[in-house]
């Protein structure tokens, strides 16, 4: 597979706490850069005690600071909770800091429960008005307001490359008619992936953005140096994830979480994570090869559910090393 891949880093907070995890992020995305992933992206989520990209906009900054070339982008805003200017003027600053290097994907999910949404101060209506504001966010960027003497300093004519995210039909349709490229979240949303992206692929109209149809598609990656590490690792994630879902949150022996999974809602669970590749690196390039092509993608973003810095970090050098991303890098 010759298809760029790239990195969505979920920011978790381990027991090390939250200053750790950004300097995690940081280390990562500078090894990444030297491995030959094309993008990092991270995700707008709020009032999760897991996840530090909260402040997406914030932490994109300070990872670019601290690298050199690799794109950095949000996978994404969640623009339902914000105004578009607002987000026109925060990724204008950061293409002008960066001129080259951000990316800016869009998303019309909460990103939280119904308190956190009063929190936010979102118009629980706010999504319904999503297709009209990512035309006036891109209006922004493009110098062309679409609302009278307002404009987006700094954000006029820096031409920030937008995404549409979906796990739904209602994406891969508004992508194809902005003509814009669509993101699909399977590594977490797996059930309408082939339509939505034969709907797109199908529809897509050509734009001043994008002549063809790109699809970047998500998955789950655990590379380690052994099977059974791996087995062992993805055994782990799902049971931090079913005690999370389906458990409350509460603290549960492996025997317990294992019942948990076993139980129709940690099927269900489980099948969040239907397109996960897991093993040896050679393992896991075979999966992701198969993927691509199920996919129809022209680019892969990899997340892992992994928690351990150590392995965490591993699996995505792993992964660049079986990929051969240095060569393509380079070529």
């Known amino acids: 597979m010759s298809l760029p891949l790239s990195i ?22 500078q090894h990444a850069e030297e491995w030959g992933y094309k993008r990092i992206w991270f995700a707008e989520h709020h009032n999760m005690a897991s996840i530090a990209s909260s402040a997406t906009s914030v932490l994109i900054a300070h990872v670019a600071a601290h690298t050199n070339s690799i794109r950095l982008g949000a996978g994404g805003i969640m623009l339902p909770n914000h105004s578009p200017l607002q987000i026109a003027e925060q990724f204008g600053t950061l293409e002008t800091l960066h001129p080259g290097r951000i990316d800016l994907g869009l998303g019309r999910a909460p990103g939280s429960d119904q308190n956190t949404m009063r929190a936010l101060r979102r118009d629980p209506m706010a999504a319904d008005t999503f297709p009209q504001d990512v035309q006036e966010l891109q209006a922004y960027f493009a110098g062309q307001t679409r609302i009278s003497g307002v404009n987006a300093y700094p954000g006029k004519d820096t031409h920030v490359p937008l995404y549409i995210l979906g796990s739904s039909l209602f994406g891969a349709r508004l992508a194809a008619a902005l003509g814009l490229p669509y993101s699909f979240a399977s590594h977490f949303a797996p059930q309408a992936l082939e339509d939505a992206v034969a709907i797109y692929r199908r529809d897509f109209q050509p734009s ?31 049971r931090r994830r079913v005690a999370a879902m389906v458990g409350g949150g509460r603290t549960f022996t492996d025997a317990e979480a294992d019942l948990l999974l076993e139980s129709p809602a940690g099927q269900q669970v489980l099948n969040m994570v239907r397109y996960s590749a897991v093993g040896t690196p050679d393992a896991v390039k075979d999966y992701l090869d198969g993927f691509a092509t199920l996919a129809d993608a022209d680019e892969l973003i990899v997340a892992t559910q992994v928690t351990d810095r150590t392995a965490w970090l591993r699996s995505f050098e792993l992964l660049a090393k079986a990929m051969d991303l240095g060569s393509a890098a380079n070529s």
Do not use: C, W
């Open 8 to 29: 969505l880093d979920l920011a978790h907070i381990g027991d090390d706490g939250i200053a750790a995890t950004f300097r995690a992020s940081v280390e990562l995305a």
């Open 208 to 238: 001043a953005e994008l002549a063809e149809p790109y699809v970047i598609a998500g998955v789950n990656v655990i590379a380690a140096d052994t099977d059974d590490e791996a087995q062992a690792l993805f055994l782990a994630a799902k």
